[in-house]
Each structure stands twice: as structure tokens, then as C-alpha cells.
């Protein structure tokens, strides 16, 4: 068992280790070098020479990469070129920005989408779920920038009701953030909650089919008890790890809807820093958001393990 | 059991058969709404050229802003071009991109998948680790890294989108060869003293296709979101391609006057994305595969 736990810790930092490889490289292959980029035209001569030295450019890549990677275990990754600040004091606000709009997304997200998911599932293709269904597929196929352009265009400027960009600087108060991050949140949890609820209505379905299921029916169980006693909490274990697959997976929408609505998060420093060429920053992102991605999923490993016994000798994913 | 099920396929057209899964796809409602949004969209894609009212790039102080009309059916945009021009060349340009990208996607993912789950040991563990990484950085990072290194033609989006959204494929082709491989067929393929190439081409393809193929299906309709999300952010085509993505950024700033330049390309882009989706999900249920627990990734 503990074995098992350090061997998916131990994955999970080696994934981490080839994310930090492969973003490294792909940095030192773009045109350009950092210092090219923020001298622009000036970058040539004595200037350019001290650039190289300062930013210490003039040693081999693999001794950089090994100075920045024991920089970033400790915490630290570098300056950020364009603001001329330690990335940690560009990151902090913009981490806190997005953790609020993302957790808002999820306590509202995780809930609606078990609610929905069981609905849909105990109903089955009766009108409910027919309806449920449907305006689930909608909401997960269209693109994160349509559904929030069209939130905007309905509720901002047509009706009136909420005002359609963020307007505020990056270290806003939690109170001033709240009262703004209600359509961006609503765009979010949409996409998050179609995609599970999904995931919830085939995972019960298919244990409404199972024999225990069907011995419970004979046996004479209530309706009612014999859903919340033994349907769900063998439904909503093995749903546990998509969940976590499909949260990772929306950080990428997460990005678009930080930048239609303006909002000043992780996301929307993604595509500043990469139209900026401030690499420094694309990799401290890279990895940020990679840490993010492996750790909600060896959280969730560790929830399945943790509440199922019986998966404690079997691989966990295949 | 899975032998004679092949060699029957041998017997069989294979026209034939393909028209079978049509016909099956198209006896539920929504496969058949799929089904026709998507031929529509083809159709639409093959004949924009010729049936595209003005020039897509033909900008005219005069025209600009023009709400629908019967010259203008979608009306015109901040730049005075035709919205129906380019909203009908904006499909052509997403499913040329996203069709060849897929393609790309399935041939590359799908043979290293099979190699991987054939041949095992080291290599196939440094193989899954390395695409376990790819996985981890959100796909759209990795895009903008990509794009952003080689720059936003088509024919760097094309070989981009297709590498990108191939490593999925790997592990699903990485499965089902594993699925198949401990099979007897394999083993006394094996005895007969087969080579790997012939072992792959002749026993595992035909036998783990149905599965790679559902996988592209349904990448193709996340390669069309990911493209169009990239060219909605300003790092896919160029304008003045026309281009759906493209077209929302740029009129987006203006919808609180001239919602039409901002709706055409809005409906384009979802029917199709909801048309390919609904076709992925019927062409899985058509060859019996159940997609509907896995996480998108």
C-alpha cells in the first residue's frame, strides 16, 4: 500500500522532471534568446555582450538548465524579463485570481454534476434525461470562447443584468473579485459540470445493471434506500479519477475564459507572457500548471486508493 | 473466434461494410443529425469557393458594418467584408486543418502506439513516460510553445495540431494492442515465424483499427475546438484568412452594435463541433465501443 503510494508519487515526479526537460528545450530552441528580445533593436555590440553575461546566457545549456531546476525546487524561478520583477511577485496574485474563479467553479461544478449525472441516469431516456442530456452535449462541445462570448453577449449587453468584462487590477481584494467573476464562473462551471455529469449518469447506469444491484431489487429493498446505500457510493468511487482527468484537462479552457473576460489570472498571463517572449515566465508557467495537473490526478489516485479497498492490489489506471 | 471474424472481413466488400456502419449510425436520431450536419459542412467546405458571393479579403470603407440585407445576407464586418463570404471559406479552412491534422494524428499516434504495446520492456516504459509528460502540460500551452517556435501558417498548424493530439492515441492503441497481442492468432503467427512488420500489418491492425479510429473521431472534434481556440487567442492562421476563430476575436469587440459578424461565425463553428461529436458517438456505438467513461484527454 505504501509502496503503491510513493511509486504513483515517484511517476508523478518524473513526469514533472521530462515536462521541465521538454519546456526547457523547447525555450532554448525558439528563435531568439531572452536577450535578443529584450534589447529588440539595441542588440548588438557591447550591450548585447553584457546581457549575455548578466542573464549568464554565455554558459552551456545543460549547466543552465541545472542552476534554474535547483533554483525551482527551492522555489525560485528567476526574473521575469519584461516587468523586471522575481516571477514569484508576478505569479502570487495571479495564482490567488485564478484559485478563487477555478474553486468557485468547482463547489458549484462538482455538486450540479452529481445531481445531474443521477437524475439523467435514474431517468433514463425519459424526458429528463432527454433534456439533460441534450443540453449537456451543447454546453461540453461548444468552445469555451463561444459560450463566453455568448454569455456575454446575452447577459452583459443585451440584458443588461451584469457587466460583461473584468475590470480589475491583478491583486484585487477576494470581495471585489467575487462580485466580478460571476459570468466567468458560469462559463467555467458549465463546460466542467457537462463533462461530468456525464461521466456520473454511465457510471451509475452501469452499476444499476450489476448483480448486487439486482439482488438489492429482489430482495425488496426501498427504491430510494437501496439508490443512496448501494448504487451510489459504488457509482461515484470509480468517477473519482475522470473527474480529477477532466479538471486538468479544463485548465486549458480556463485560459480562454480568463482572456475573453479579461480576467486577471494565470491564464491570460499565459498568453501575455508567451506574446511578450518572456521566457522565463513560459517556464515557470509550464511547470506550474504541469505540478497542477499531475497533482490533482495523484489526489484523486490516492482518493480511489483510500476508499476502495479493493483496488489496493491492482493497478490503479491502466 | 477473432480470426474467422477477419478472414470473413477479407471475404466481404469493403464498401459494403462501411456502408453497414452508416446505415447503422444513421438509424438513431442523433447519429443521423451528425451525420447530415457534417455532410453539410463538407459540402459547404467543397463548393464555398465557387458559390462565395464576393472576395473574402476585399475591404470597402463603404460597406462597413451593413446589417443583413439582401446583397449582404450575413451583413458586413468592421472592415466592410461580406460575413456569408467568409463565414462559408471559415469552414473550409476548419475542416481542411483539422481533417489533415487528425490524420497526421492517427498515423503517427496509432503505429507508435501498436509498436509500443508489441514490442514492451524499456522502451515501451521510456515511450509511455514521455507522452504521460506531454499529457501534463495543458494543451494549450503546449500549442502556443509550439506555434509560438514555429510560427502560425497552415502548414506548420497542420503537422502541429496533428503531433499534438496524437499522443492521446498512442496509449489508446497502446491498450488495444495489448488487448489483442496475448490473442492465439498472434502467438501462433509468432510460431509460424512471422516478422514484427507482418505481425503488425497483417494480425494487429485490422484487429485494433475500429478502436484507433473511434479515438480519431473523436480528437478531430478537439482538434477543431484547439484550432479554432488558437486562432481565436491570435496564434492560428493569419488573417485575412477567413477563419471562424478568427473572425468572433475580431468582431467580438464590436457585438454590442454588430451582433451578425459575431453570430454566423458562432453557429458555424458549433454546429460543426456539435455534428462531428454526435457523428464520433455514433460511429463508437455503431462498432460497439464505450466511450462514454473517459476522461477527455
Known amino acids: 500500500m505504501l509502496l503503491l503510494i510513493l511509486k504513483r508519487i515517484g511517476l508523478g515526479l518524473i513526469t514533472l522532471f521530462i515536462v521541465s526537460l521538454i519546456t526547457f528545450v523547447g525555450v532554448e530552441v525558439l528563435p531568439g534568446d531572452a536577450c535578443t528580445t529584450y534589447l529588440e533593436r539595441e542588440a548588438y555590440g557591447a550591450a548585447l555582450d553584457a546581457c549575455i553575461k548578466r542573464l549568464g546566457l554565455d554558459v552551456p545549456a545543460y549547466e543552465r538548465y541545472l542552476d534554474w531546476a535547483s533554483n525551482v525546487v527551492r522555489g525560485d524561478f528567476g526574473y521575469s524579463l519584461s516587468g523586471e520583477m522575481p516571477i514569484n511577485e508576478v505569479l502570487g496574485p495571479r495564482v490567488k485570481n485564478s484559485l478563487v474563479l477555478a474553486s468557485v467553479s468547482i463547489l458549484i461544478g462538482i455538486p450540479l454534476a452529481i445531481v445531474l449525472g443521477i437524475i439523467t441516469a435514474l431517468w433514463r431516456d425519459k424526458l429528463p434525461d432527454i433534456m439533460i442530456s441534450t443540453i449537456t452535449i451543447f454546453s461540453m462541445t461548444i468552445p469555451e470562447f463561444i459560450s463566453a462570448t455568448l454569455l456575454i453577449l446575452i447577459v452583459a449587453i443585451w440584458l443588461g443584468w451584469l457587466p460583461g468584462i473584468v475590470i480589475i487590477p491583478s491583486d484585487a481584494t477576494f470581495y471585489e473579485l467575487l462580485s466580478n467573476i460571476i459570468l466567468p464562473v458560469v462559463a467555467i462551471s458549465m463546460i466542467m459540470t457537462a463533462h461530468m455529469a456525464r461521466m456520473v449518469r454511465s457510471s451509475v447506469i452501469q452499476v444499476m445493471a450489476s448483480d448486487y444491484v439486482q439482488m438489492a431489487i429482489l430482495k425488496g429493498v426501498p427504491y430510494w434506500k437501496m439508490v443512496f446505500r448501494h448504487v451510489l457510493p459504488n457509482a461515484l468511487l470509480p468517477a473519482i479519477n475522470v473527474v480529477a482527468l477532466t479538471i486538468a484537462w479544463l485548465l486549458g479552457g480556463v485560459v480562454v475564459t480568463e482572456v475573453v473576460f479579461n480576467y486577471p489570472g494565470l491564464g491570460r498571463l499565459v498568453i501575455e507572457s508567451i506574446s511578450n517572449r518572456d521566457l522565463p515566465v513560459v517556464q515557470a508557467l509550464a511547470i506550474i500548471l504541469a505540478s497542477i495537473y499531475v497533482g490533482i490526478n495523484l489526489i484523486a489516485d490516492l482518493m480511489t486508493l483510500m476508499l476502495n479497498p479493493r483496488l489496493k492490489s491492482l493497478q490503479i489506471r491502466k | ?297
Open chain 2, 1 to 297: 473466434m477473432e480470426s474467422n471474424l477477419i478472414t470473413e472481413d477479407k471475404h466481404k466488400n469493403k464498401l459494403e461494410k462501411a456502408f453497414e456502419i452508416l446505415k447503422t449510425m444513421a438509424s438513431k436520431p442523433s447519429g443521423l443529425i451528425g451525420l447530415s450536419i457534417v455532410l453539410f459542412h463538407v459540402v459547404l467546405a467543397l463548393l464555398s469557393p465557387y458559390i462565395a458571393p464576393y472576395d473574402y479579403k476585399a475591404i470597402s470603407p463603404n460597406t462597413m458594418l451593413l446589417a443583413p440585407s439582401a446583397e449582404h445576407w450575413f451583413g458586413t464586418d468592421s472592415l466592410g467584408r461580406d460575413v456569408f463570404t467568409r463565414t462559408i471559406l471559415g469552414g473550409r479552412t476548419a475542416l481542411t486543418v483539422t481533417f489533415f491534422g487528425s490524420l497526421i494524428a492517427l498515423l503517427w499516434g496509432g503505429l507508435l502506439g501498436i509498436f509500443c504495446g508489441l514490442v514492451g520492456g524499456k522502451i515501451d516504459d521510456v515511450v509511455m513516460r514521455v507522452v504521460d509528460a506531454f499529457l501534463s502540460i495543458p494543451w494549450i500551452l503546449a500549442m502556443l510553445l509550439i506555434v509560438s517556435l514555429l510560427g502560425t501558417s497552415t502548414e506548420v498548424l497542420i503537422p502541429a495540431l496533428g503531433f499534438f493530439y496524437g499522443k492521446g492515441i498512442v496509449r489508446v492503441a497502446r491498450a488495444a494492442t495489448h488487448d489483442v497481442i496475448a490473442k492465439d492468432f498472434i502467438v501462433s503467427a509468432r510460431a509460424r515465424g512471422h516478422s514484427n512488420m507482418s505481425i503488425i500489418w497483417n494480425e494487429i491492425i485490422p484487429n485494433v483499427r475500429d478502436a484507433i479510429l473511434v479515438e480519431g473521431a473523436m480528437r478531430w472534434s478537439w482538434m477543431l475546438l484547439g484550432f479554432s481556440s488558437l486562432s481565436f487567442l491570435g496564434f492560428g492562421v493569419s488573417p485575412p484568412t477567413p477563419d471562424w476563430g478568427l473572425m468572433i476575436s475580431n468582431a467580438r469587440g464590436l457585438m454590442s452594435f454588430a451582433y451578425w459578424s459575431v453570430i454566423a461565425p458562432i453557429v458555424g463553428l458549433s454546429s460543426l463541433i456539435i455534428g462531428i461529436n454526435l457523428t464520433a458517438d455514433a460511429f463508437a456505438k455503431a462498432l460497439g465501443i464505450d466511450r462514454s467513461t473517459k476522461a477527455p484527454v
